[in-house]
């Protein structure tokens, strides 16, 4: 599995570092934002998650390290999301990503921490609320659903991105 992970995330990384290098056009750009969000998962969860990323044309990839809290059980994880959109009709777009998050578990009365990997898959929608100024919502569904996963399926999330 961390052999998946990283040629993954190589890859993502690879080809934003293609796209970047070889495209000179007013039509590709850097872009940031992030997601901070309260969702309902058996308990509250709070998410803070900046991101980075790179567009051309139709097509964006990019990296977000992330926070989030479990309420009611009082845990926290962190960890990390390489992504990818597509973007297919005005503004609606078609969101892929690796996930790894660091969450706390209890094996054997022992508290210890696990890497767990996600995968969501799913789309969404994009608002331009002024020049270079995004919100954007999305449904996603991790496709390597777990126990171990600390959000359930359907995942819902949503933030504001800066494009310019």
Not at 5 to 10: A, H, T, V
Not at 64 to 87: C, V
């Amino acid at each position: 599995m961390k052999n998946f992970i990283r040629k993954s995330c190589l890859l993502l990384l690879l080809v934003t570092l293609v796209l970047i290098g070889t495209e000179k056009s007013a039509n590709a750009q850097i872009y940031t934002g992030g997601t901070t969000g309260v969702s309902y998962n058996n308990g509250y969860v709070v998410e803070l998650a900046p991101l980075i990323g790179y567009k051309y044309q139709i097509f964006s990839s990019g990296f977000s390290p992330f926070f989030s809290y479990l309420e009611s059980q009082k845990k926290y994880s962190f960890g990390g999301r390489a992504f990818s959109d597509i973007t297919f009709y005005k503004d609606i777009f078609a969101h892929a990503e690796i996930e790894v998050s660091n969450v706390e578990k209890i094996r054997n009365n022992i508290k210890t921490r696990e890497w767990i990997l996600a995968m969501p898959l799913g789309g969404g929608y994009k608002y331009k609320i002024s020049d270079g100024v995004y919100a954007y919502g999305m449904i996603l569904y991790n496709v390597l659903q777990t126990s171990d996963s600390q959000t359930k399926n359907p995942i819902i999330r949503g933030g504001i991105t800066y494009q310019p």
